[in-house]
T-cell receptor, first 114, second 115 residues
Framework: DVKVTQSSRYLVKRTGEKVFLECVQD?????MFWYRQDPGLGLRLIYFSYDVKMKEKGDIPEGYSVSREKKERFSLILESASTNQTSMYLCASNDRPFSGNTIYFGEGSWLTVV | AQKITQTQPGMFVQEKEAVTLDCTYD???????LFWYKQPSSGEMIFLIYQGSYDQQNATEGRYSLNFQKARKSANLVISASQLGDSAMYFC????????????FGAGTILRVKS
């Protein structure tokens, strides 16, 4: 059974803290994505990676960075967390070429910054 | 630029009735794909149905069907015989070369099924 695993389901962090959100997929997928979900805005792409050590900015990269040192792992980093980064974060992965329904999501990480 | 619009923030439907969730899209790509996902309160994204822009027939998956009207750029999801377990957030999404083949999502529609 295919799996995208996000290490933390619920986190509470203080303003200014450095936050790591980890995502691991076991399907040998080339592409991995980090989305942020907010009410009324749907899912917005933060960053994506199409290969190890490769990354590209999505729609809302400000305040975030990513790391992909191994193919199966894609980390989202909040260098200095702020309250406006309180949100639900979703990781996803898919094969290249991308077609059909072959994109898989993790269960989401609910981050609260206080 | 690609854009997905879901105009219904929330919908109610009576159990066992059918419901249509609206989705319109905007793209200049001739080749694109349209997706519907369900997100229950637990947060995971569940794939429901896919329609390719060149598919001649509307996609169907069990109780889900996609009413694809290409000229109007609409891809409405129809859920037949609603069940209480259908209560969730529903997202329409699109991919195409114009956006580097990444998924672009609409704002979502919350569906509540009443008993």
């Amino acid at each position: 059974d295919v799996k995208v695993t996000q290490s933390s389901r619920y986190l509470v962090k203080r303003t200014g803290e450095k936050v790591f959100l980890e995502c691991v997929q076991d399907m040998d997928h080339e592409n991995m994505f980090w989305y942020r979900q907010d009410p009324g805005l749907g899912l917005r792409l933060i960053y994506f990676s199409y290969d190890v050590k490769m990354k590209e900015k999505g729609d809302i990269p400000e305040g975030y960075s990513v790391s992909r040192e191994k193919k199966e792992r894609f980390s989202l980093i909040l260098e200095s967390a702020s309250t406006n980064q309180t949100s639900m974060y979703l990781c996803a992965s898919n094969d290249r070429p991308f077609s059909g329904n072959t994109i898989y999501f993790g269960e989401g990480s609910w981050l609260t910054v206080v | 630029a690609q854009k997905i619009t879901q105009t219904q923030p929330g919908m109610f439907v009576q159990e066992k009735e059918a419901v249509t969730l609206d989705c319109t899209y905007d793209t200049s790509d001739p080749s694109y794909g349209l997706f519907w996902y369900k997100q229950p309160s637990s947060g995971e994204m569940i794939f429901l149905i896919y329609q390719g822009s060149y598919d001649q027939q509307n996609a169907t998956e069990g109780r889900y069907s996609l009413n694809f009207q290409k000229a109007r750029k609409s891809a409405n999801l129809v859920i037949s015989a609603s069940q209480l377990g259908d209560s969730a957030m529903y997202f329409c999404a699109m991919r195409g070369m114009e956006y580097g083949n990444k998924l672009v999502f609409g704002a979502g529609t919350i569906l509540r099924v009443k008993s």
